[in-house]
């Protein structure tokens, strides 16, 4: 490790490319094309289908996000994605939260960083579709979120200052940032480059889309069953979970139980005086949502059959009690379980049906700080292919 | 597929069928041509659209998914205890009706929808549909849609439009809803004509929906007769420029039934027309009449009590209320509503704005009793949409149109490099090395794409591809072999 140090440090004094340097990417990830200002766009097939923005249905459009980045910024936001470097003793990344090999999740209730955290680790596939950011909602871009973590004495427990530092001392990262934004590191374009990065995360091609696009024999006959329930007016899973990205991206109250530490969680309701937004969470996505079991925002639930179940239960019927929660039209059980139980199997079946981690990022082999990184090596690109 | 063996499938020609079912009582001559047409069909690569029909309790299901673009489903009068869905585009389903014998689509109390249909240009015609516990008849994301002639029964929503860009829901039934008999969700270019609409809690419905045209409908004895509302927390989220005419609006008074979860159990009843958010909307030229507590009744999300969404505008602006006849509304207040009205010492008030709306106006030659409309100002009768006949748009929603080229190329960078790399193993083996193997040899390649088989031992199984179509892949093979990397 201290000859590379040394070559790379040598490498960074002479200006010079050797064969241990790191270049970065200049091709834009999978599915993703290089437009003429140098940026990747998204290439979907939902793109190609009609209709107005926001509309939700089977074949109904996607724009990629508008916000772009070069292949060079997402290939150095997924070294800096994988580098405990940056937290402040130089032993946690944001993977170490957020596994590839779980979903992007870390298969906890809640996440454990410098102690046990209130809420669990939401997957980042398709993440960078969201208008707005946690479990509550609270960030609105990707940039913004990136810092949570990361100055989060219970996270990361950096400061901007000790991530510059950090990085300006990384011979390798002060190569990786001159390649991708032409600057020494700041704090700040280490945000942008985990955004970048995360924008990479993109989840559309799950057996799901190949029945949506037209392959009725993509989906086995339970999952069609389930689908159909999912999106019928008993169930009205979709009318939250919408398709195609099987979110809304609004804050809505569910009647969530506390968990299973008695802790009731206010969600917006914590950052607002509208009592509406009481025990209101942002619908989570449910791509990949086979890969990140516990659910719920502190694991209430461990599997998609109990959550199903739960929602097929009388309205309200495990909330906190005694608060005034206003909970959604789209929960209306209003005297008990209305799915059959067929129908509550059959959407727990569909739910699977909702994998594809064809586009999992690769793992850096050899991080640029030469620190030893900390989440399991191996890719978990077999989901999408059954 | 167990229900295939009873269905019987005709396939005929279109002429023909226009032909078939035009009128009443050609069973007979339907039966000859179903079995000429059986005798002569090439069951592979018929060309053209063809009629399928489903003879009496054999499946509709199996019907939709034998067919293709462009085929058209007649399902002969009966009982059908089925759910139907439709995610393939220019399907028509048509229920045969033969005097009091409907195509009875029966969900029994236990069945969750009776059709849900996302294919665009579907068409669902004249089917009797009771008994399900969810929504009568309801469409998803589909443009260019028909909903028509149907008689729905007892459903939460009756028929049910969501995100649909231009369509039409005319000539149908709907009674029973514990919510909006027909409700149009989140869409855009929406006729709703010459609908019935009876015993809902609300007869009719626009929530979230830009460009839309309500006329010469009969709404009657509901809780509240027409809402035209924008309802926060969804992901549209302006609602404007609806045209409400020429409809008969009477007596909308019987009690709310709708579940306490819903919104619809905010809504008061004794309500002619409710308005709760939308911007420029006309009501002209409509029968307003024995409505008990008031005929039309403007407010805002926040009177209504709905949350707060940063991004809805929560107020009624451009409320145009012109040339409609009144009659009756008012004189039997009841209900928090009508205790308002008493309490401001009235009755009979045709009109009564609860809100902060702006720019509304009102005819003043109609000579209206109005409460609350001190703001508003006197419409130009040049505002006047008398001569306006649609919301829809002339040509219908357009897809968006791709060259061949195009769609080769967007559809391999959407769906092939996501497990072909260009030059190194993904999940897949190299693009060059795809290359390398067809070279000159584009069917070879499309063959393989759309049935691919296993090869290779370590490499997990390549899905098929040929939902994308032979004309699709030939050109993704055209682009790997002559194009890329050149």
């Not at chain 2, 029964?153 to 514990?178: C, D, H, M, W």
């Not at chain 2, 940063?310 to 509503?337: A, E, F």
């Not at chain 2, 902060?356 to 703001?375: M, P, Y």
């Not at chain 2, 794409?449 to 490499?459: C, L, S």
């Amino acid at each position: 490790m201290k000859r590379a140090l040394i070559s790379l440090c040598a490498m960074a004094l002479l200006g010079a490319a050797k064969a241990d340097r790191i270049e970065l990417n200049d091709r834009c990830p999978a599915s993703f094309r290089l437009l003429e200002d140098g940026t990747c766009e998204l290439v979907t097939l939902y793109s190609a289908y009609s209709s107005p923005a926001n509309h939700g249905g089977v074949r109904a459009h996607i724009s990629p996000p508008a916000k772009r980045y070069t292949p060079k910024e997402i290939d150095l936001g997924r070294y800096l994605f994988f580098d405990p470097v940056l937290s402040v003793n130089g032993t946690m990344s944001c993977a170490s939260c957020h596994d590839p090999a779980k979903g992007f999740s870390d298969g906890r209730k809640r996440a454990v960083g410098r102690g046990e955290l209130e809420r669990a680790a939401p997957t980042l596939w398709n993440v960078a579709f969201a208008d707005k950011y946690m479990w509550d909602g609270r960030a609105a871009t990707l940039e913004e979120q990136a810092a949570m973590p990361l100055y989060s004495p219970k996270e990361m427990g950096a400061t901007p200052e000790s991530v510059e530092r950090a990085l300006r001392a990384a011979p390798a990262y002060r190569d990786l940032f001159n390649q991708a934004f032409g600057q020494l590191p700041t704090a700040e374009l280490a945000s942008v480059a985990l955004a970048a990065f995360e924008s990479s995360l993109i989840s559309l091609n799950s057996r799901y889309d190949r029945y949506a696009h037209g392959d009725e024999s993509a989906l086995s006959e339970q999952e069609i069953r389930g689908f159909n329930a999912f999106r019928g007016f008993v169930a009205r899973c979709s009318q939250c979970h919408i398709p195609p990205l099987f979110t809304d991206f609004e804050l809505a109250v569910v009647g969530a139980p506390a968990d299973d530490q008695g802790h009731e969680d206010a969600g917006a309701g914590a950052l607002s005086d509208d009592p509406s937004l009481y025990g209101a969470f942002k619908t989570p996505t449910l791509r990949n949502i086979s890969r990140t079991a516990p659910y719920f925002q502190a694991g209430q639930f461990g599997t998609l059959k109990e959550v199903v179940e739960f929602y097929n239960d009388t309205r309200g019927h495990a909330a906190p009690q005694g608060k005034p929660l206003k909970i959604h039209w789209h929960v209306h059980m209003t005297e008990g379980p209305e799915l059959s139980e067929e129908d509550v199997s059959d959407i727990a079946a569909f739910l699977l049906a909702l994998e594809d981690e064809t586009l999992s990022p690769e793992i850096p082999s050899r991080l640029p700080s030469e620190l030893q990184q900390n989440v399991r090596q191996g890719m978990a690109t077999s989901g999408g292919l059954k | 597929m167990k229900n295939q063996n009873h269905l019987k499938y005709a396939f005929v020609m279109l002429p023909v069928l226009l032909a078939a079912c035009s009128g009443g009582g050609e069973t007979k001559q339907e039966a000859k041509q179903e079995e000429s047409a059986q005798a002569s069909a090439s069951p592979e690569g018929a060309a053209g659209p063809r009629e399928i029909v489903v003879e009496e309790g054999g499946s509709i299901q199996a019907a939709v998914n034998e067919a293709k673009s462009g085929d058209t489903i007649i399902v002969k009068p009966g009982v059908y205890k089925q759910s139907v869905y439709i995610d393939k585009p220019n399907i028509t389903l048509r229920g045969l009706r033969d005097g009091d014998r409907w195509a009875v689509l029966d969900g029994e109390t236990v069945k969750n929808d009776g059709i849900i249909a996302s294919g665009h240009s579907t068409v669902i015609d004249g089917f009797y549909v009771k008994g399900y516990k969810g929504n009568g008849i309801m469409t998803q994301g589909a443009n260019n849609f028909q909903i028509l002639n149907n008689h729905v029964e007892g459903a939460f929503y009756g028929i049910f439009p969501q995100y649909g860009r231009n369509g039409l829901v005319k000539g149908n039934t709907v009674t029973g809803s514990e919510d909006a008999g027909i409700y149009v969700g989140m869409s855009d270019n929406i006729d709703v004509l010459e609908n019935v609409a009876y015993g809902n809690v609300m007869g009719l419905e626009f929530e979230n929906t830009r460009n839309a045209l309500m006329a010469r409908n009969h709404i009657y004895g509901n809780a509240s007769g027409i809402a035209l509302t924008i309802v926060p927390g969804l992901p549209v989220k302006d609602a404007y420029s609806q045209v409400i005419k020429d409809n008969k609006i009477e007596k909308n008074n019987i009690e709310n039934f709708a579940p306490s979860s819903s919104i619809a159990a905010g809504v008061p009843s004794g309500v002619g027309i409710i308005v709760v958010g939308p911007d420029d909307i006309t009501i002209e030229n409509n029968e307003i009449a024995g409505n008990d507590n008031v005929g039309v009744l403007v407010t805002d999300l926040l009177t209504f009590g709905l949350s707060n969404d940063p991004k809805v505008d929560p107020y009624s602006d451009g409320i145009k209320i012109m040339k409609n006849t009144w009659r009756d509304n008012g004189d039997n207040l009841s209900g928090m509503l009508g205790g308002m009205i008493a309490a401001a010492s009235r009755s009979g008030v045709e009109i009564l704005s609860m809100g902060k709306d702006r720019d509304s106006c009102l005819l003043a030659e109609d000579g209206v009793d109005a409460l609350g409309v001190d703001q508003w100002t006197a419409c130009d009768p040049s505002m006047t949409k008398a001569t306006f006949d649609t919301a829809m748009i002339k040509d219908g929603a357009e897809e968006p149109v791709y060259s061949p080229e195009q769609k080769g190329r967007l559809t391999y960078l959407a769906v092939c490099t996501g497990c072909h790399a260009y030059d190194s193993v993904l999940h897949g083996p190299s693009v060059e090395s795809i290359k390398a193997l067809y070279a000159d040899n584009p069917e070879g390649l499309v063959q393989y794409a759309a049935n691919p088989v296993r090869k290779r031992e370590d490499f997990p199984e390549m899905p098929a591809q040929s939902y994308l179509g032979d004309d699709v892949l030939t050109q993704i093979a055209d682009y790997i072999l002559y194009d890329l990397g050149e």
